[in-house]
């Protein structure tokens, strides 16, 4: 039986998943909107509906698309009227953090924004945080709060397995995914035979270019695996080598979908036979009944997360996959 000395509260970002988390508790929960009310000029007021005093308050709340500033802005009012109302731990849930490709100086005058987003949340009150899949592994250094990161591959192998594909290999579109390619790879019990796209900057332009597929692909089902599913240039890219070099059926593996500008129609005109994404963003109806899309989500990945939280368990063996 769960100590009932806490409660979930979520913002405006994705209701719905905090609904499926709360119903995937053992037993259920109930789970508080945290958003009272929108001021003609703009403003958001956030009120906890309940005692939250000497409580452990989970705030669930994804900094993502469409409105990622909107969702941070309320994410940090939570928090702090979260710490105003004396709750005795504050742990901010992030499925999807925003901001977290923003991790590096990558020119001259630019912020570091997700570092400065991942402090302005400890100043508001967090006192850990919990993510999936961030794009950044090093983002928990710029706090000194604990973080918790898990992964989307907890839900999406088993849809994985589902598909009951034939000599199916896993790619990475570019270098840096690689080593979620072979995390993936071996989950599957495929080894590590995993097949990754080369990609070099265009002298001219500054932009990466796809210059060829390593790896074999020849008569295999594939396996597309990315963090993010923004404009899905990369993903379709990596699909139309994959089919060049001899792939039967391609599939996207993803787990924060943002669909981004012309991204749908992108997607329907390509190779890729399907996309599997987690829900730690709400998709756009017209996206979320394609054809194309499977939801795959991870509320019960996050309720078990904050039942380990709750009871003191370690979550790495079980969890953290």
Not at 104 to 114: F, G, H, N, Y
Not at 158 to 174: F, H, K
Not at 202 to 210: H, I, L, N, V
Not at 232 to 243: E, P, Q, R, V
């Amino acid at each position: 039986m769960l100590n009932r000395e806490f409660i979930i509260v979520h913002g405006s970002s994705n209701p719905e998943l905090a609904r499926k988390v709360g119903a995937s508790m053992q037993p259920p929960v109930e789970v508080y909107n945290g958003i009272d009310r929108r001021f003609p000029n703009g403003e958001t007021r956030v009120q906890i509906p309940v005692n939250v005093c000497k409580r452990s308050v989970y705030i669930l709340q994804p900094t993502c698309p469409p409105y990622v500033d909107r969702a941070h802005s309320e994410l940090t009012m939570l928090l702090d009227a979260a710490r105003r109302a004396s709750a005795s731990e504050i742990v901010a849930v992030v499925p999807d953090f925003g901001y977290g490709r923003q991790d590096r100086k990558d020119r001259p005058r630019t912020a570091i924004t997700a570092a400065l987003r991942a402090r302005e949340i400890q100043a508001a009150g967090a006192t850990k945080i919990m993510t999936i899949d961030p794009h950044s592994e090093s983002i928990e250094a710029t706090t000194t709060i604990p973080w918790d990161k898990f992964y989307g591959s907890y839900a999406l192998v088993p849809a994985i397995r589902r598909l009951s594909l034939q000599n199916p290999v896993v790619i990475s579109p570019d270098l840096g995914g690689l080593r979620r390619a072979v995390e993936y790879s071996e989950k599957l019990g495929l080894g590590e035979d995993v097949a990754v796209i080369y990609k070099r900057r265009s002298p001219e332009t500054g932009k990466p270019k796809a210059i060829r597929l390593i790896g074999d692909v020849e008569d295999r089902d594939v396996l597309i695996v990315d963090d993010i599913g923004d404009t899905f240039g990369t993903l379709i890219t990596a699909a139309d080598f994959a089919k060049r070099n001899g792939a039967r059926d391609i599939y996207a593996v993803i787990t924060h979908g943002y669909f981004s500008g012309s991204a749908y129609d992108r997607l329907e005109r390509s190779t890729i036979k399907l996309v599997l994404c987690t829900d730690t963003v709400p998709l756009r109806p017209k996206v979320a009944a394609s054809s194309k899309v499977e939801i795959v989500s991870v509320a019960e990945l996050l309720a078990r997360a904050i039942e380990y939280n709750i009871a003191g368990k370690s979550i790495s063996a079980d969890l953290i996959h």
